[in-house]
Nanobody, 120 residues
Framework: VQLQASGGGLVQPGGSLRLSCATS????????MGWYCQAPGKQRELVAA???????NYGGSVKGRFTISRDNAKNTVYLQMNSLKPEDTAVYYC???????????????WGQGTLVTVSS
């Protein structure tokens, strides 16, 4: 199983970016998917998460600005980032809780990270 993130880049404050993360490989289904960020010198922290059924959870600093969504048919999770601030600058990692088979056993996977830089 592999997670491939894309969509990062340089954007001015107040701008927008859309991150995507596609899951590939052999598996039964994907439970929760999410995005985490890690700024230099800081711990990785939750940005947003979404269940297979579409329930969402956001980190406090992004509520009202970021929106997480997913396409179960494409095994892909998205993060729409609006009103970006310099403090949003970080490497963004996608995460997926994957069921390899029909049992409830699952395994957690991480994408490679994509850099978001918010600067004028």
């Amino acid at each position: 199983v592999q997670l491939q993130a894309s969509g990062g880049g340089l954007v001015q404050p107040g701008g927008s970016l859309r991150l995507s993360c596609a899951t590939s490989g052999s598996f039964f289904s994907i439970n929760a998917m999410g995005w985490y960020c890690q700024a230099p010198g800081k711990q990785r922290e939750l940005v947003a998460a979404i269940t297979r059924g579409g329930s969402t959870n956001y980190g406090g600093s992004v509520k009202g600005r970021f929106t997480i969504s997913r396409d179960n048919a494409k095994n892909t999770v998205y993060l729409q980032m609006n009103s970006l601030k310099p403090e949003d600058t970080a490497v963004y990692y996608c995460n997926a809780d994957v069921r390899p088979g029909p049992s409830l056993v699952s395994k957690n996977y991480w994408g490679q990270g994509t850099l978001v830089t918010v600067s004028s």
